[in-house]
Every structure is written in structure tokens, then in C-alpha cells.
């Protein structure tokens, strides 16, 4: 009975995830801004960077007001500025909503990531049920991500590509359900603490040596899903010269198999131990980065990319469960440092960039491998 009120709980928070997966359609959406306005590549290119830099600004502060506001309250808030961000540009459509829509889905977001997890701490108490949980809300997310382009190109083939922005008012209605929802559902509170915490308060939680492992666990674990999404279509380019219709599915290889395995984690790491899960799927992570640096096959090469999103799916919340329950009484400080790796991650990007401008390909890939290297370290070292 118990377990049953946790997962009725949990239900509306889980719907919390779709709404963190609506980041993923700056990629496509700015396309149709930049035609529409005639933005520069420049400033079109810097449209992601409005949506996610606010990861590394806002991270900490959120996650230290969040013990006076409480976890729910601050969700709540992460939706109502992305529903105003949604329905902006419906009122009035230019460049200037166009920025501003993006930025408050990006601030919207950045508050959402730092306190949805530990929302989900409030309604499950078991220590292998949360790992699931937080596996299964990446299933959610990973869904949204998916549907997310989907949504822009019908409100592009419905209503016209000069109206591609009627995709905004669908997701903020999304989110307004899932926001009305989750205020009516009655989860308990944790603790209040009042007390007043600095960002340095925070950052000095990086002297517990656990902490800090389990802080460059994500840097790198983000830095592995961003990279080989980015890899995965230069190294079809460059080693078989596929031609641009043909590399787009090879992310798409990445991102289906990357759902899949999280699907399978939610199930499995409620009945297995999550650091022995983390464990086996690393060293498979790393097995398969290396195949995919000595194997030159185009059938073999894009299997191997599909297993890497697989085996690293899972990754991400066993590090930010395993994280929480060190020190679940720093559990909100804690959520606004790992959001903060999730900023950070981002910059093994450039390095890859660099390595096969300079090298070659297969030192890009090198560079994911030493990622995955750090996260095996990282899996046997937890206790």
C-alpha cells in the first residue's frame, strides 16, 4: 500500500521530466528564427548557449534557496517561467520575444533540473526505488526530447514555417497541466531549513573527497552524452563520406538506443545493486568506445555508437542518486553543484573539435574514451 501512494505521488513529478526535455528543440527551432529575422549563424549558434548557460549561473543559488522556498514550491516556479516563456512570443512575435522566449525555457529549465530530482527524494524513501525513479524520469525526458522536433515540424507543416512558433503554446500547456497537477498533489515537505547559505558554503562540500568523485562523475558523464552526440555524425562523415541526409542517423541511432537503455535501467536498478549496474555498464561503455577507435566499418561503427548511449544511459542518475544519499541532509546544495557539472560538461565539446581538426578523428573519440575512463575510476571507487 505504501509503495502504491509513493508511485501515485511520484506520478506528476515524473510528468516534470517532459517538460525538461523541451530544451532540445532550440536546435531545430532556431532555424526557423534565423530564416524569419535574418540572424546572423553567429548569433543563431548562440541561441543554445542562452537556453543552457543558466545551468552554471543559477545552479548553486537556486539549490541554496531551495531550503527556504522547499523542492516543491521551486519546481512550481520553474514552470510558471517557462509557461510565460512559452506563450511570449503568441502575444507578440520578433526578434526581441524570440531571445527573451528562449531565455526564461532556459532559466525555467536550469531551476526545474536543480529541483525536480530531489522532489522525487520527498515521495520515494527506498534507496534502490529512487535510483529507478530518477532513471525512470530520464526515460521521460529522453521521450520528450525525441517528441520535441516532432512537435515543431506539425505546427510547421499544420499552420506554415513563419508560424513555427505556435510549437511554443503547445509545450507551455503541457507544462501548465503538469504544473496544475503537481500543486494539487500533496507531497510532503522536507525539512525546512532556514538558515542562510553562501555559494561558498556549497562549494566547500567539494572538500568531502565522495563528493567531489561524484561531481566530476557527472562533468564527465555529460560530457560523454554531449560529445558523442557531436561525434557521431563527423566520424560517418569523415571515415565512409556520408552524405548530410545520411549522418542525421547516427544521432538518432545514439538517442534511441540511449532510451532504451534507460528504460531498461528504471526496471533493472530496482532489483539490482546500483554501483554494480554502474560498473558493468561502464567498463561495456568503454569496451565499446574502443572498438569503435580501431573498427572501420560503417554497419559496425554505427552499431558501436548506439552501444555507448545504451551502456551510459543509466549513468547520470545513479552518480546524482548515489550523490543525494551521502549526504541527504546537504541534498539541495548538492543538487545545485552537480547542476553545475552539467554546465561544465559541455566544454569537452571544443577539445574534441580541436583533436580532429588538428589529429585527426579518431582522437576525438580518444577524448570520449578518457571521459569514460575517469567514470570507470569513478565506479569502482564508490563505496
Same mark, same amino acid.
Given at each position: 500500500?505504501?509503495?502504491?501512494?509513493?508511485?501515485?505521488?511520484?506520478?506528476?513529478?515524473?510528468?516534470?521530466?517532459?517538460? !525538461?526535455?523541451?530544451?532540445?528543440?532550440?536546435?531545430? #527551432?532556431?532555424?526557423? *528564427?534565423?530564416?524569419?529575422?535574418?540572424?546572423?549563424?553567429?548569433?543563431?549558434?548562440?541561441?543554445?548557449?542562452?537556453?543552457?548557460?543558466?545551468?552554471? %549561473?543559477?545552479?548553486?543559488?537556486?539549490?541554496?534557496? !531551495?531550503?527556504?522556498?522547499?523542492?516543491?514550491?521551486?519546481?512550481?516556479?520553474?514552470?510558471?517561467?517557462?509557461?510565460?516563456?512559452?506563450?511570449?512570443?503568441?502575444?507578440?512575435?520578433?526578434? !526581441?520575444?524570440?531571445?527573451?522566449?528562449?531565455?526564461?525555457?532556459?532559466?525555467?529549465?536550469?531551476?526545474?533540473?536543480?529541483?525536480?530530482?530531489?522532489?522525487?527524494?520527498?515521495?520515494?524513501?527506498?534507496?534502490? !526505488?529512487?535510483?529507478? &525513479?530518477?532513471?525512470?524520469?530520464?526515460?521521460?525526458?529522453?521521450? &520528450?526530447?525525441?517528441?520535441?522536433?516532432?512537435? *515543431? +515540424? %506539425?505546427?510547421?507543416?499544420?499552420?506554415?514555417?513563419?508560424?513555427?512558433?505556435?510549437?511554443?503554446?503547445?509545450?507551455?500547456?503541457?507544462?501548465?497541466?503538469?504544473?496544475?497537477?503537481?500543486?494539487?498533489?500533496?507531497?510532503?515537505?522536507?525539512?525546512?531549513?532556514?538558515?542562510?547559505?553562501?555559494?561558498?558554503?556549497?562549494?566547500?562540500?567539494?572538500?568531502?573527497?565522495?563528493?567531489?568523485?561524484?561531481?566530476?562523475?557527472?562533468?564527465?558523464?555529460?560530457? $560523454?552524452?554531449?560529445?558523442?552526440?557531436?561525434?557521431?555524425?563527423?566520424?560517418?562523415?569523415?571515415?565512409?563520406?556520408?552524405?548530410?541526409?545520411? $549522418?542525421?542517423?547516427?544521432?538518432?541511432?545514439?538517442?534511441?538506443?540511449?532510451?532504451?537503455?534507460? +528504460?531498461?535501467?528504471?526496471?533493472?536498478? @530496482?532489483?539490482?545493486?546500483?554501483?554494480?549496474? %554502474?560498473?558493468?555498464?561502464?567498463?561495456?561503455?568503454?569496451? &565499446?568506445?574502443?572498438?569503435?577507435?580501431?573498427?572501420? #566499418?560503417?554497419?559496425?561503427?554505427?552499431?558501436?555508437?548506439? @552501444?555507448?548511449?545504451?551502456?551510459? #544511459?543509466?549513468?547520470?542518475?545513479?552518480?546524482? #542518486?548515489?550523490?543525494?544519499?551521502?549526504?541527504?541532509?546537504?541534498?539541495?546544495?548538492?543538487?545545485?553543484?552537480?547542476?553545475?557539472?552539467?554546465?561544465?560538461?559541455?566544454?569537452?565539446?571544443?577539445?574534441?573539435?580541436?583533436?580532429?581538426?588538428?589529429?585527426?578523428?579518431?582522437?576525438?573519440?580518444?577524448?570520449?574514451?578518457?571521459?569514460?575512463?575517469? +567514470?570507470?575510476?569513478?565506479? %569502482?571507487?564508490?563505496?
Amino acid at each position: 500500500m505504501k509503495n502504491q501512494k509513493s508511485l501515485l505521488l511520484s506520478l506528476p513529478v515524473l510528468l516534470g521530466f517532459f517538460v !525538461m526535455g523541451f530544451c532540445d528543440i532550440v536546435g531545430i #527551432s532556431s532555424d526557423y *528564427v534565423q530564416r524569419m529575422f535574418g540572424w546572423s549563424p553567429a548569433l543563431t549558434g548562440f541561441v543554445p548557449s542562452m537556453v543552457f548557460i543558466w545551468f552554471l %549561473f543559477l545552479g548553486i543559488p537556486i539549490g541554496n534557496k !531551495m531550503n527556504q522556498w522547499g523542492r516543491k514550491n521551486t519546481v512550481l516556479l520553474s514552470m510558471a517561467i517557462t509557461i510565460v516563456g512559452m506563450f511570449l512570443p503568441l502575444f507578440s512575435y520578433n526578434s !526581441m520575444t524570440s531571445v527573451t522566449a528562449y531565455a526564461l525555457l532556459g532559466i525555467g529549465n536550469a531551476i526545474l533540473q536543480v529541483s525536480l530530482n530531489p522532489l522525487l527524494n520527498n515521495v520515494i524513501r527506498s534507496g534502490n !526505488m529512487l535510483t529507478s &525513479s530518477l532513471t525512470a524520469g530520464q526515460v521521460v525526458k529522453a521521450i &520528450s526530447s525525441l517528441l520535441g522536433p516532432e512537435i *515543431v +515540424l %506539425f505546427t510547421v507543416s499544420r499552420f506554415s514555417e513563419d508560424k513555427w512558433y505556435y510549437c511554443f503554446p503547445i509545450l507551455g500547456a503541457i507544462t501548465l497541466l503538469s504544473a496544475v497537477w503537481l500543486m494539487f498533489t500533496p507531497i510532503p515537505r522536507e525539512d525546512r531549513i532556514e538558515d542562510r547559505i553562501s555559494v561558498k558554503d556549497t562549494f566547500s562540500l567539494l572538500s568531502n573527497k565522495m563528493i567531489l568523485l561524484l561531481f566530476l562523475g557527472i562533468f564527465f558523464i555529460v560530457g $560523454v552524452d554531449v560529445a558523442t552526440n557531436y561525434i557521431s555524425s563527423k566520424l560517418m562523415t569523415i571515415r565512409f563520406g556520408w552524405t548530410e541526409a545520411q $549522418v542525421k542517423f547516427a544521432p538518432q541511432v545514439y538517442f534511441l538506443c540511449r532510451t532504451i537503455g534507460a +528504460l531498461l535501467g528504471a526496471f533493472m536498478l @530496482a532489483k539490482v545493486d546500483e554501483i554494480k549496474y %554502474f560498473k558493468v555498464n561502464i567498463v561495456a561503455c568503454g569496451v &565499446s568506445l574502443l572498438l569503435l577507435i580501431f573498427i572501420v #566499418s560503417d554497419v559496425m561503427d554505427l552499431v558501436l555508437i548506439g @552501444a555507448v548511449g545504451f551502456f551510459a #544511459s543509466s549513468v547520470f542518475p545513479i552518480i546524482y #542518486s548515489v550523490a543525494l544519499k551521502k549526504r541527504p541532509d546537504k541534498a539541495n546544495q548538492i543538487s545545485g553543484l552537480l547542476i553545475t557539472a552539467i554546465a561544465g560538461g559541455g566544454i569537452v565539446t571544443p577539445a574534441i573539435g580541436f583533436s580532429i581538426a588538428n589529429i585527426g578523428i579518431t582522437a576525438g573519440v580518444f577524448i570520449v574514451f578518457l571521459c569514460v575512463a575517469y +567514470l570507470t575510476y569513478c565506479a %569502482f571507487t564508490i563505496k
